[in-house]
Every structure is written in structure tokens, then in C-alpha cells.
């Protein structure tokens, strides 16, 4: 909307599941898990509201950097821990909400690794 004028008190409703999949920005491939998107090389020259979740400006996310780092060590000590298999038999059905989610959940299965110490 760049360069439109707005009415007074007129409602704007901006699809984040759009946003999120927009291909002029996030390519091609822009349905497809790549979290190497957001390496720092790769996040250089993208817009800093091209990604919803935390954004920029006077509305920018504070707790962006601890929750990333929170995610991080989360997801270490799982991984570190367990194996994770994928049930095949339940399929994701994705749902665009306020935060894309799966209808049902996603089903994992977390075998135990063997410890060698």
C-alpha cells in the first residue's frame, strides 16, 4: 500500500500467513522449512518486517533475543537426549491462524539415546 492514502478510522486486516509466504521475499521456495533464511548472512539486505513475529519499530518484539536463545538450548537438550521419528501414520494439517499451528498437533516419537559416558 505504499504510496495510498488510508481513510480515517478505516479497518486494515493484513493476512500474516501471506506475509510470511510472500515469494518476492522469501523466494520460490518460500513454502519449504529452511531455517538457514535467518542466518545473519542471509537476513542481511531483507527488511526487518518481512519476518511478523518480531518485527521492527515501536512495536518490535524485546524478548526476541531470549526467547530465540531459550528455543535454542530447548531444542539442544531434546536433541542431545532423544532421537525424533516423524509418525508417519498422522499427517500435519497445517492451519493459518494468528501463528500457523497444526490442527491435530505433530506426532513424534522420542526414542531414547544410549548414553556413552
Not at 38 to 46: A, D, I, T
Request: aromatic share 8%.
Amino acid at each position: 500500500m505504499e504510496g495510498k492514502d488510508v481513510p480515517c478510522r478505516q479497518i486494515i486486516d493484513m493476512k500474516q500467513n501471506a506475509l510470511q509466504h510472500n515469494p518476492a521475499v522469501w523466494g520460490d521456495n518460500h513454502n519449504e522449512y529452511k531455517p538457514e533464511r535467518f542466518l545473519p548472512e542471509n537476513s542481511v539486505n531483507r527488511d526487518p518486517f518481512a519476518f511478523l513475529p518480531f518485527a521492527a519499530g515501536q512495536r518490535n518484539c524485546i524478548g526476541q533475543h531470549l526467547a530465540m536463545n531459550e528455543i535454542k538450548t530447548f531444542v539442544a537438550s531434546v536433541v542431545k537426549r532423544f532421537t525424533l521419528k516423524i509418525d508417519r501414520d498422522r499427517t500435519a494439517v497445517p492451519i493459518a491462524e494468528i501463528t500457523t499451528r497444526a490442527k491435530d498437533g505433530i506426532y513424534l516419537h522420542f526414542l531414547e539415546r544410549k548414553s556413552s559416558v
